[in-house]
């Protein structure tokens, strides 16, 4: 074994794998409470990041970056959004290569819909499961996480070549 590496301690090995699979139980719950009414997690978290967007749109590099989504990700969910008439994209008019995403009145009544569902869902499975201090430290730890990543130039959204 690498003598440099700081290998996790049992407790600090038990909270990583708990994260892990929480985490992943988490989103699975919150995809298939959303699932049942045709809609994917990560569709509903694009609609409603656009919802939330100066004027109900986004350049879709600035979208995928803030959903942590790569660009052909998002392209494609836009697509389906699009066929559905949730959202339209045109080109951006400050730049000939860019796309602008922008929700239509249409999706925005069909959020309106899905966030009711998804708001429950997010209460049942992760808000109710735990007590307020909880939810609390679960925010400011994952803040924690979050700074570090916007502080740390060298932490790429993408892997620059093979891992």
């Known amino acids: 074994m690498d003598e440099g ?6 407790q600090e090995q038990q909270w990583w794998r708990a994260y892990l699979r929480a985490t992943r139980e988490l989103d699975l719950a919150l995809d298939r409470d959303l699932q049942c009414l045709g809609l994917s997690l990560s569709e509903y978290e694009l609609l409603s990041m656009l919802s939330e967007a100066e004027g109900a749109r986004l350049r879709m590099s600035a979208l995928a970056a803030l959903i942590v989504q ?3 990700r998002v392209t494609h969910t836009a697509a389906r959004l699009e066929r559905r008439g ?5 080109p951006a008019p400050d730049d000939g290569r860019g796309v602008l995403l922008e929700l239509t009145e249409q999706g925005r009544d069909a959020l309106e819909g899905f966030a009711v569902a998804h708001v429950a869902s997010v209460r049942r499975h992760l808000v109710d499961v735990l007590t307020p201090q909880q939810l609390r430290g ?3 730890a994952m803040q924690a996480v979050r ?3 916007a502080q740390d130039p060298t932490t790429p959204a993408e892997p620059a070549g093979p891992c």
């Open 5 to 10: 590496v700081r290998w996790l301690s049992a």
């Open 70 to 72: 790569s660009r052909s």
């Open 86 to 90: 949730w959202v339209r994209r045109s």
């Open 138 to 140: 679960l925010g400011e």
């Open 147 to 149: 700074d570090a990543y």
